[in-house]
């Protein structure tokens, strides 16, 4: 009871109040996201919400874990990124480089850490597919392309923090489904976190005019989080040997994943850079279909939540790791279909829309 409910509430009041008081500092320093080209809100808003999480993370580890053992290699990535996140809000960073530092962290996180992949699981049906020397490569691909999906998708409030807070919620309980109570001790931190951020950036009545967006600090930063637990609670040597199926951590990701592929693909099919910003993730085109943003986010995030908890439930009922992969290859495949059609999509909507206005 004290973890799941004393922990977070604390990391939420830190991270609450850590928002609070860095506001006005935001304000004066200039690390504000203002409205133009790509960015459709209203106002100057600060980007401190990352911060506020990784300030929150950092005091909530240091006075929860009576050790951190290799999670101090967790806190140095996340520290790197999200002090990468705020000078490239400040004064903007080339890809290059932020490309660089991001391998730094998931360098620190194989290297320093020693968490990185091993096996992919039976996902074939016929032997666990090993990685062997592959293993390292892989986790480091991985963990850019999971740090980039992140930060791509913090394009409407709540929408990165709630899927951030998904995943974590998942992670805390897979990790004591397979008794890794360390692991379950820091994702309910991040939850906790999360909640004190959420609290200032998705619309209700507490947040009044105190609006503030996660920025590349906290986009950065989570990602690598993301990667590191989906790695922790899926691969053997971590915890005695107890884990989950890693095809159950396509499912947790299941969202982010999916939308990562279909825009790479969709920029790669027209020869443009796949890691360019664009405005044809599934959200920028349920804006064009005039849904309201907050519904886009509560159906993204419901729809987040449910591939989480198929892909959990499946693991617990035994189904076998071969046919959980292939429902989420199904998965993806519909996707893709959908968003390959997306502007026919968004021609038929605004003609469906248009015929029941004016009849």
Known sequence: MYSFFWVPLFTLMVSAIAVLMLRPLAMRGGLLDR???????????????GIAVWIAVMVGTLLFMRQQGYYV?????????????????????SPVTKLG???????????????????????????????????????????VAVINAVNMSDGLDGLAGGLALIMFG???????????????????????????????????PLRGGKRVFLGDAGSLMLGFAIVWFTVELSQAP????????????????GFLLIDLLAVVLRRAIKGRNPLSADRTHLHHILQ???????AI???????????????????????????????????AALHLLVMHNAWRLIRFGRRTITRRRNP
């Open 170 to 204: 998942w992670f805390a309980y897979i990790s004591g489904e397979i008794g890794n109570l360390a692991a379950q001790r820091v994702c309910v931190i991040f939850c906790g976190a999360l909640l004190g951020f959420l609290v200032f950036n998705m619309p209700n």
């Open 35 to 49: 409205p133009g080209g790509r960015k459709r809100h209203d106002g100057e808003v600060p980007l401190v919400g």
């Open 101 to 143: 530092l991001q391998l730094f962290a998931a360098i620190l996180m194989t290297s320093w850490g020693g968490v990185y992949l091993w096996s992919l699981g039976d996902i074939f049906g016929r032997r666990p597919v090993d990685l062997e020397n592959w293993g390292i490569p892989l986790t480091l691909f991985a963990a």
């Open 297 to 331: 986010v509560w159906v993204i995030l419901g729809s987040n939540l449910l591939l989480g908890f198929a892909g959990v439930l499946g693991w617990q009922k035994g189904v076998s790791e071969q046919l959980l992969f292939l429902g989420f290859v199904l998965v």
């Open 288 to 294: 064009r279909l005039d849904v309201p943003r907050q």
């Open 73 to 93: 290699a967790l806190l140095g990535g996340i520290t790197v990124l999200a002090i990468t996140g705020v000078i490239d809000d400040l004064r903007g960073l």
């Open 238 to 253: 971590y915890n005695g040997g107890r884990k989950a199926p890693p095809v159950v951590m396509l499912w947790v990701a």
